[in-house]
Antibody, heavy 117, light 107 residues
Framework: QVQLVESGGGVVQPGGSLRLSCVAS????????IHWVRQAPGKGLEWVAF????????FYGNSVKGRFSISRDNSKNTLYLQMSSLRPEDTAVYYC??????????WGQGTLVTVSS | EVVLTQAPATLSVSPGERATLSCRAS??????LAWYQQKSGQAPRLLIY???TRATGIPARFSGSGSGTEFTLTISRLQSEDFAVYYC??????????FGQGTRLEI
């Protein structure tokens, strides 16, 4: 069955950096685009970034553009999100999710990022 | 950026009743709209895509309708496990992909 497992979350100071990972199994990872979506505590869903299956085409939400970078290693079935210049408003649970024609059909359980001094 | 507005923010219904949730787009998104269910402490789950197509394994009591700027998610004969937060998402005009703010369905 499809499984996505995020990791790498934790507490980081404002201005700091963090790299999240999402390990996939149960499907042919290299055939699918993957999204990052986040959810601040008690708030709704916010789309963060998307990378197509080949890793060459990347797209970002306005609030993270220029600070976050999405990438993937198809040989390791792994998606990454490199986050820099972190702000308190980046505090959220970060989910990875598979893409099916730009809707998100399988989701991981998320990893919590807390930006605080 | 397409803004999605969901109404109501909270909907109180009883098991066995029908629930109707609304999602309005600030500009036409054709039929490129999806609905998700999120239970407390869990990841979202895809329910409906292309405005009216049920995702794999979703019960027939969930149905979606609409096109352009007005969309509806209907849950007939509510069951206890249906009480959750529901989000709409558009993928017609992107980036960015955008979500509505959610409707909480409660007893």
């Amino acid at each position: 069955q499809v499984q996505l497992v995020e990791s790498g979350g934790g507490v980081v100071q404002p201005g700091g950096s963090l790299r999240l990972s999402c390990v996939a199994s149960g499907f042919t990872f290299s055939d699918y685009g993957i999204h990052w979506v986040r959810q601040a505590p008690g708030k709704g869903l916010e789309w963060v970034a998307f990378v197509r299956s080949d890793g060459d085409n990347k797209f970002y939400g306005n609030s993270v553009k220029g600070r976050f970078s999405i990438s993937r290693d198809n040989s390791k079935n792994t998606l990454y999100l490199q986050m820099s210049s972190l702000r308190p408003e980046d505090t959220a649970v970060y989910y990875c999710a598979t893409d099916y024609r730009l809707h998100l059909d399988y989701w991981g359980q998320g990893t919590l990022v807390t930006v605080s001094s | 950026e397409v803004v999605l507005t969901q109404a109501p923010a909270t909907l109180s219904v009883s098991p066995g009743e029908r629930a109707t949730l609304s999602c309005r787009a600030s500009q036409s998104v054709s039929s490129n709209l999806a609905w998700y269910q999120q239970k407390s402490g869990q990841a979202p789950r895809l329910l409906i895509y292309d405005a009216s197509t049920r995702a794999t394994g979703i019960p027939a009591r969930f149905s979606g309708s609409g096109s352009g700027t007005e969309f509806t998610l209907t849950i007939s004969r509510l069951q206890s496990e249906d009480f959750a937060v529901y989000y709409c998402q558009q993928y017609n005009n992107w980036p960015p992909i955008t979500f509505g703010q959610g409707t909480r369905l409660e007893i």
